[in-house]
């Protein structure tokens, strides 16, 4: 009993460390967008020769003054999502107590501002059309209005929430499911803390000075949210709710439980999600046990393989001396390729109702970019094999 207790003890201390130090990531926006972006374009703008100052000066200076602008604008919303955040969430209330973030997190955080773009803005709206817009046409094809109210739906990586929020809309029973506090703070913020639509403002593109056009595309402002959440859910039918915690042990097997203990879901959606596993496998277990038996339920499936702990892994694995190379388990990645995924699929005991390949596919990109990204993307729906 002394040991659970003490593990239980531990394992509140690291969550509250994952959540002080994101909500730190968020407070230091401001001091490391500044620090990255336009200190050091200065100091090498300084740098020139008087001949090539005087030919930058009208365009250079301006442009960085309002990059600054936006900076300041960006750093006073996420300031605002963090105040609420630490009230929501319960941090401790002394800022001392508080974990310092790391890089990442402040790598994250810069691009949750793209992440609110694309899940919350009108200007996003195509591009949340190719994946969410075809989960939400096969929800709606597979299932009549009068049967969504009992329909449960789980959506595991939920984000920020949109694709989640598009199916309680619908009438379906909705669930999200998120690990990543960035997520589930914003995600917190956006759904039951806007008042009304395009209500606060956002430059998620200020980042990134390459592929640029027109200096205007980089400081161009976004509105968001497009529609305002808290305003639906007074009048939507369906049913919404978030959980947090990673989708395998929230919702995975406990090896002292019966299956029968487990909820059941008539539908697992799942967009820009399965690569994000170490082990792929242990997704489909999970998916496989909650999954209800009946005909009708399905898991509907959209994106890429970009898995998410490739390159991780191999940074994990160095040379050791005598020891030749030594790897690092918490690293671990199991990458597969799409046909040996489909088989594996098949093998775990689903079939394939749907299977189209090749969808292009961007992913929060900035369409007046000189150079995106484009995924081909797979989507499928399969249930369990009858």
Known sequence: MKETRQEDSQAEREEIQALTSTLNSLLIYRQAAHHNL???????????????????????????????????????VLAHIASIGSNEFMAPQERSEWKQANAFQVDQTRSSLKQIFRDWSA???????????????????????????????????????????????????????????????????ILNHTTGPN?????????????????????RPIRFPDICPSQEMAVMSGDFSYSQG??????????????????????????????????????????????????????????????????EQ????????RQGLEDIDSALSIELSLDVLIQIIKDRGFEFLKLETGIKTTYATDERSMGTWIYDSVFWVVRKKQ
Request: glycine content about 6%.
């Open 38 to 76: 336009t200190i050091p374009r200065r100091k090498a703008f300084q740098k020139l020769s008087e001949n090539h100052i005087n030919l930058l000066r009208p365009y250079y200076e301006d442009h960085l003054n309002a990059i600054d602008a936006a900076i300041e604008i960006n750093a006073d």
């Open 314 to 321: 191999s940074r994990s694995t160095t040379v050791s001396g």
């Open 199 to 219: 209500e606060f403002t956002i430059y998620p593109f200020i980042h990134t000075f390459s592929s640029t056009a027109q200096q205007g595309n980089q400081i």
């Open 246 to 311: 990673s989708f395998t042990e929230v919702y995975g097997r406990d090896g002292n439980a019966p299956s029968a203990s487990f909820e059941k879901w008539n539908v697992v959606a799942t967009v820009f999600f399965i690569d994000t596993a170490h082990n792929v496998l242990d997704y489909l277990d999970t998916i496989y046990t909650i999954l209800d038996d009946s005909e009708e339920s399905c898991w509907i499936n959209f994106g890429p393989l970009l898995y998410h702990f490739e390159e």
């Open 123 to 189: 200007d996003a709206a195509s591009e949340r059309e190719i994946c969410y817009g075809r989960v939400l046409s096969e929800l709606n094809c597979r299932y009549p209005s009068e049967q969504r109210s009992q329909t449960k739906v789980l959506i595991p990586g939920a984000g920020l929430g949109r694709l989640a929020f598009e199916i309680a809309r619908a009438g379906f029973i909705s669930q999200g499911n998120e690990f990543s506090y960035h997520m589930l703070i914003l995600s917190n913020f």
